[in-house]
T-cell receptor, first 110, second 115 residues
Framework: QKEVEQNSGPLSVPEGAIASLNCTYS??????FFWYRQYSGKSPELIMS??SNGDKEDGRFTAQLNKASQYVSLLIRDSQPSDSATYLC??????????WGAGTKLIIKP | AAGVIQSPRHLIKEKRETATLKCYPI?????VYWYQQGPGQDPQFLIS???????DKGSIPDRFSAQQFSDYHSELNMSSLELGDSALYFC??????????????FGEGSWLTVV
C-alpha cells in the first residue's frame, strides 16, 4: 500500500459542475497536506495547502481535511476546461518527508 | 515574484555520458529538493538539502550526486547515463524544510533525454 493514494482517473466532469478529488494517507503523524495541479510537461503548481481539520476555501477551490479518517479532498466549483490537468496530492509525513500520490487526471468536458 | 530557476531546460545526452542540472532557489529559501518524473508517473523524490547539508535521501541512484553551494544553489550530477534516466527533473525550494506550514515551490523542470 502506498503512503498516499489517489484514484488515477481519468475523472470526467461537465463544465460548470463540481469536481471532487480524493486522497488518503497512511501516516497518522502527517501534519501538512498539499494539492498541486500539473499540466502535461509542466511543473506542479501549488493550488491549496491545509494543516488542520475542516474546510479551507480559496476562490473556486475548497480543500477538506479529516485527520481521523486520514483523507484530504479537493473540490473545484464551477469547473472550467482550463482546470483539466493532473491533480497531485502531497503529504508531509511524521518524518517531514513529502510523499506524493500518483495523481488524478481530471477532464472537464465543455 | 522570483521563482525557482532551473537550467538547462532541455538536455540531450548519449548513454554513458554525464549531465549536470542546476537549480537556483527562490531568494531566502534555504532548502532545495530534487525530483525525477517519468512520463505518466508521480514525482519521485531524489534528494534534498537544508542549509547546504544533505537533509534527506530518496531514490537517487548511486550514479547521481548532488550538492548545495554557499549561495544555496544546487547541482545534480548524473553520470553513466542510461536510457531510463530520461525524465523531467524538477527542483523545488522552501524555507525551513518540511516543517509544518512550509510549502515547497517548483521550478519549471529540466527535460533530460538520453539517446
Amino acid at each position: 500500500q502506498k503512503e498516499v493514494e489517489q484514484n488515477s482517473g481519468p475523472l470526467s466532469v461537465p463544465e460548470g459542475a463540481i469536481a471532487s478529488l480524493n486522497c488518503t494517507y497512511s501516516d497518522r503523524g502527517s501534519q501538512s497536506f498539499f494539492w498541486y495541479r500539473q499540466y502535461s510537461g509542466k511543473s506542479p503548481e501549488l493550488i491549496m495547502s491545509i494543516y488542520s481539520n475542516g474546510d479551507k476555501e480559496d476562490g473556486r477551490f475548497t480543500a477538506q481535511l479529516n485527520k481521523a479518517s486520514q483523507y484530504v479532498s479537493l473540490l473545484i466549483r464551477d469547473s472550467q476546461p482550463s482546470d483539466s490537468a493532473t491533480y497531485l496530492c502531497a503529504v508531509s509525513n511524521s518524518n517531514y518527508q513529502l510523499i506524493w500520490g500518483a495523481g488524478t487526471k481530471l477532464i472537464i468536458k465543455p | 515574484a522570483a521563482g525557482v530557476i532551473q537550467s538547462p531546460r532541455h538536455l540531450i545526452k548519449e548513454k554513458r555520458e554525464t549531465a549536470t542540472l542546476k537549480c537556483y532557489p527562490i531568494p531566502r529559501h534555504d532548502t532545495v529538493y530534487w525530483y525525477q518524473q517519468g512520463p505518466g508517473q508521480d514525482p519521485q523524490f531524489l534528494i534534498s538539502f537544508y542549509e547546504k547539508m544533505q537533509s534527506d535521501k530518496g531514490s537517487i541512484p548511486d550514479r547521481f550526486s548532488a550538492q548545495q553551494f554557499s549561495d544555496y544553489h544546487s547541482e545534480l550530477n548524473m553520470s553513466s547515463l542510461e536510457l531510463g534516466d530520461s525524465a523531467l527533473y524538477f527542483c523545488a525550494s522552501s524555507q525551513g524544510g518540511h516543517a509544518v506550514g512550509n510549502t515547497i515551490y517548483f521550478g519549471e523542470g529540466s527535460w533530460l533525454t538520453v539517446v
